[in-house]
């Protein structure tokens, strides 16, 4: 099967080793993988602070430049094929912009409206792609680590992932995975909230991480990137030495 690789701005600006691992799985389970260079912010930022006017147009930027771009190995046009191929990001949070929202956003244009919804159903999230269509048991592991899952409010309520990440990582030996109090409370990111209320924010993050070490694990995992980044920074200067990783990272280290 041919994946389009979709990394967000996000990961690629401050995190491109989650996008590199993610490309490592996804060869490893037999992916032909493909990476659209003109892609760039899906718009969530803009949508969410209220610029739906700008947060159309590069909605609109980001669907063209995943159906039809010339590719940077051979300069071979490839066209995205609306009924076998797929798109599979790292970032529960991007994914639900796309997947959610591209719809509504392009609802009112003639020349995106219907190509949108379908181009917004192959759209998935890692290891909601791995569990769903790849089939979970085609992969396997091995990496001694013990583990604490945290869940992002986009994964978890915007596109229903729960138990694919954890399902994943018990299929690495000598993984343990030890669950996370209160799971499903929010780290305190929430993309501009942090921004608009950072107290607030903070002492949600303080209470994260006090959860966190309640564990006793040694590395925090989830599967985006915003809250990993909002976690490790508060943690790093409340002296805290524990390692935070994306699950793409965990999964790629257990089959080098």
């Given at each position: 099967?041919?994946i389009?690789?979709?990394?967000?701005?996000f990961?690629?600006?401050?995190?491109?080793?989650?996008?590199?691992?993610?490309?490592?799985?996804?060869?490893?389970?037999?992916?032909?993988?493909?990476?659209p260079?003109?892609?760039?912010?899906?718009?969530?930022?803009?949508?969410?602070?209220?610029?739906?006017?700008?947060?159309?147009?590069m909605?609109?930027?980001?669907?063209?430049?995943?159906?039809?771009?010339n590719?940077?190995?051979d300069?071979?046009?490839?066209?995205?094929?609306?009924?076998?191929?797929?798109?599979?990001?790292?970032?529960?949070?991007?994914?639900a912009m796309?997947r959610?929202?591209?719809?509504?956003?392009?609802?009112?244009?003639?020349?995106?409206?219907?190509?949108?919804?379908?181009?917004?159903?192959?759209?998935?999230?890692?290891?909601?792609?791995i569990?769903?269509?790849?089939?979970?048991?085609?992969?396997?592991?091995?990496?001694?680590?013990?583990?604490?899952?945290?869940?992002?409010?986009?994964?978890?309520?915007?596109?229903?992932?729960?138990?694919?990440?954890?399902?994943?990582?018990?299929?690495?030996?000598?993984?343990?995975?030890?669950?996370?109090?209160?799971?499903?409370?929010?780290?305190?990111?929430?993309?501009?909230?942090?921004?608009?209320?950072?107290?607030?924010?903070?002492?949600?993050?303080?209470?994260?991480?006090?959860?966190?070490?309640?564990?006793?694990?040694?590395?925090?995992?989830?599967?985006?990137?915003?809250?990993?980044?909002?976690?490790?920074?508060?943690?790093?200067?409340?002296?805290?030495?524990?390692?935070?990783a994306?699950?793409?990272e965990?999964?790629?280290?257990?089959i080098?």
């Amino acid at each position: 099967m041919r994946i389009f690789l979709f990394v967000p701005c996000f990961i690629d600006q401050l995190f491109p080793n989650v996008a590199v691992s993610t490309l490592k799985v996804l060869r490893h389970l037999g992916c032909d993988v493909v990476f659209p260079a003109n892609q760039t912010c899906c718009g969530q930022p803009a949508y969410n602070s209220g610029y739906a006017d700008e947060a159309r147009l590069m909605a609109m930027h980001e669907v063209n430049a995943f159906l039809k771009f010339n590719s940077a190995v051979d300069n071979k046009t490839i066209e995205f094929d609306l009924k076998n191929d797929y798109v599979v990001g790292p970032s529960g949070s991007c994914v639900a912009m796309i997947r959610n929202f591209y719809p509504q956003l392009l609802s009112d244009d003639s020349r995106f409206n219907e190509i949108s919804q379908k181009f917004s159903s192959r759209v998935f999230e890692f290891t909601e792609f791995i569990d769903k269509v790849i089939g979970i048991e085609k992969f396997s592991g091995k990496l001694n680590a013990l583990v604490s899952y945290h869940d992002s409010c986009h994964a978890l309520r915007e596109l229903g992932i729960k138990q694919e990440p954890r399902d994943i990582l018990k299929r690495i030996n000598g993984l343990r995975l030890v669950e996370l109090p209160y799971n499903e409370v929010c780290c305190g990111f929430g993309g501009t909230f942090s921004v608009k209320f950072p107290e607030i924010s903070t002492a949600m993050a303080n209470e994260k991480l006090k959860n966190f070490e309640e564990t006793r694990a040694d590395i925090l995992v989830s599967s985006d990137t915003s809250c990993l980044m909002h976690l490790q920074g508060r943690a790093r200067r409340s002296g805290m030495k524990h390692r935070f990783a994306h699950i793409a990272e965990i999964m790629a280290e257990s089959i080098s």
